[in-house]
């Protein structure tokens, strides 16, 4: 079968897609001819994203929601599936992160990263559903490498997106019968990007996250777009309920080195 990776006519969503990783999964996406719509808190953002996907040449449109108020979530779905039609495609990355040991954040902080990540990605998802293409739409959920390895400083992260992941196998079960299909993306350090400026906050760090890197190089937001292409293709058809680390090999093991030095920083800090 002949990889098809023309999205022309297609209706892609990314919820978080106006900055960083998920804004470069949506211009790649526009680039291989989708309709794509765009959200996130910010209207200046969104915006300014929407503009960016039509110098593309792509139909584009966007909202501002929090993905924590499910209202206004259900409400921007619902105009842009008025607008666009069913949803082939949907992406939900919207994510919070700042590093602090867990005796360095109130409870508030903890749960502000799992209402945004965690909840949020549940309330993207179940209300996307009504609007999801049956059979053929593909979600993917942009997790992270904090899923499934520890790290020190980012407790609330790792809680949150291990939650993630099991969202994407728990509703790839439920789903499945009606031909949708989810994965879980696990971006390694990317850059450019807010995550990083937040996980490396220093040059010392940035360059200690690069060499952690088994092929010696930060990702790009094309690397991350790339595999969510690939993974919403025709080529990816049985291809369901899995979590694709695209990080260099960062995850077999790198991560824990950053995680170290990050850890000795914050410590500094509650001195
Ligand atoms: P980013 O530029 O800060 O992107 C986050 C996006 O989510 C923005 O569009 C932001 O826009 C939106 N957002 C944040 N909170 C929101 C909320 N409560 N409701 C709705 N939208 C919200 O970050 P990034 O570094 O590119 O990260 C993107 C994704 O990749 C995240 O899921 C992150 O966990 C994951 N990831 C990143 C890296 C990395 O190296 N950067 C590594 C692994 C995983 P507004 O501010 O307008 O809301
Ligand atoms: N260390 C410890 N606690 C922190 C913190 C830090 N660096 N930053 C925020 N918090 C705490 C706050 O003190 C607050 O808790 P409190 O009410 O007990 O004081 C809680 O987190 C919520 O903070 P607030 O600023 O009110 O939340 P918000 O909803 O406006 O923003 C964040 C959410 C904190 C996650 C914010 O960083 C954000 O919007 N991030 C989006 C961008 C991003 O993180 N990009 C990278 C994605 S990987």
């Known amino acids: 079968m002949a990889i098809n990776i023309d ?9 978080g897609g106006t900055s960083g990783i998920n804004r470069g999964i949506a211009e790649l996406f526009a680039k291989h001819g989708a309709k794509v719509a765009v959200a996130s808190r910010d ?21 501002a929601a929090d ?11 619902q105009k842009v599936f008025e607008a666009f039609g069913q949803f082939d495609v949907l992406v939900s990355g919207a994510a ?5 040991l867990a005796n360095g954040m109130s409870a508030n902080g903890f749960k502000s990263v799992i209402d945004i990540d965690l909840l949020g990605t549940f309330h993207v998802m179940q209300s996307a559903y009504p609007h999801l ?3 053929g739409a593909s979600i993917i959920n942009i997790s992270a490498p904090q899923a499934f390895l520890p790290m020190a400083a980012q407790a609330h992260v ?3 997106k291990a939650g993630v992941d099991m969202i994407t196998r728990c509703l790839a079960l439920e789903w499945g019968e009606e031909g949708i299909r989810i994965n879980s993306i696990v971006p ?20 200690l ?7 010696k190089r930060l990702g790009l937001p094309e690397d991350i777009g790339n595999a969510a292409l690939f993974l919403s293709s025709d080529a990816a058809s049985y291809i369901s309920g899995t979590v694709i680390p695209v990080d260099g090999g960062w995850a077999l093991g790198g991560a824990s080195s950053l995680s170290n030095q990050l850890t000795e920083m914050m410590k500094q800090f509650l001195k």
């Open 7 to 15: 999205f022309s006519g297609k209706t892609v969503v990314v919820v």
């Open 43 to 63: 209207q200046a953002k969104v915006d300014d994203t929407v503009k960016a996907l039509q110098a593309l040449g792509a139909e584009a449109m966007g909202f």
């Open 67 to 77: 993905v924590r108020q499910q209202d206004a979530i259900k409400e921007g779905l």
């Open 96 to 100: 919070g992160n700042f590093p602090a």
């Open 133 to 135: 293409k049956k059979p």
């Open 158 to 160: 790792c809680s949150a």
């Open 188 to 207: 390694g350090p990317i850059e450019g990007t807010e995550g990083m400026k937040r996980l490396a906050p220093t040059d010392e760090l940035m360059e």
């Open 209 to 215: 996250a690069k060499q952690s890197v088994p092929l």
